[in-house]
C-alpha cells in the first residue's frame, strides 16, 4: 500500500506540511507487513500554480497509485476529488516517519 504525507521536507524526519496541496514536498511510502519498505520524495511542482492546486495534488496522487494520504489541512476541492479516487485522507502532525508508524498503528484520525 502506498501512503503520501505532505512534508516540510525531503528527509522522513522533516515535519508533516500544514497543508496538502501546496506543501513543498510530498513523502511516497510503500507500506508492507505494517513496515516501511521504501519511500520516494517528490518535489511538490503544484504548489506554484496558480488555482486548483488542491485538484491537481489529488490527481498526482491517484497517478502515483496512493491509497492514503497524511496532511494536516485539506481543502474540499481537493478533498472531493481524491474521495472521487478512492483515496482516504488523515489528519497527522509531526515528523513524517512518527506519523507514518501511527498510520500503521491505526491511530490516525480520517478526515470525511
Not at 502506498?2 to 497543508?19: F, L, M, P, R, Y
Amino acid at each position: 500500500m502506498k501512503v503520501a504525507i505532505s512534508s516540510t521536507g525531503e528527509k522522513v524526519t522533516d515535519n508533516v506540511s500544514e497543508v496538502f496541496a501546496r506543501c513543498p514536498y510530498f513523502v511516497v511510502a510503500e507500506i508492507e507487513n505494517e513496515k516501511i519498505q521504501t519511500t520516494e520524495i517528490i518535489e511538490n511542482k503544484i504548489a506554484n500554480q496558480l488555482g486548483q492546486a488542491g485538484i491537481s495534488a489529488a490527481q498526482l496522487m491517484a497517478e502515483k497509485d496512493v491509497k492514503a494520504v497524511i496532511t494536516k489541512n485539506v481543502g474540499p476541492r481537493a478533498l472531493d476529488v481524491l474521495n472521487q479516487f478512492q483515496i482516504g485522507v488523515y489528519t497527522g502532525e509531526g515528523g513524517v516517519e512518527k506519523v507514518l508508524q501511527e498510520f500503521i498503528d491505526g491511530k490516525l484520525k480520517r478526515i470525511n
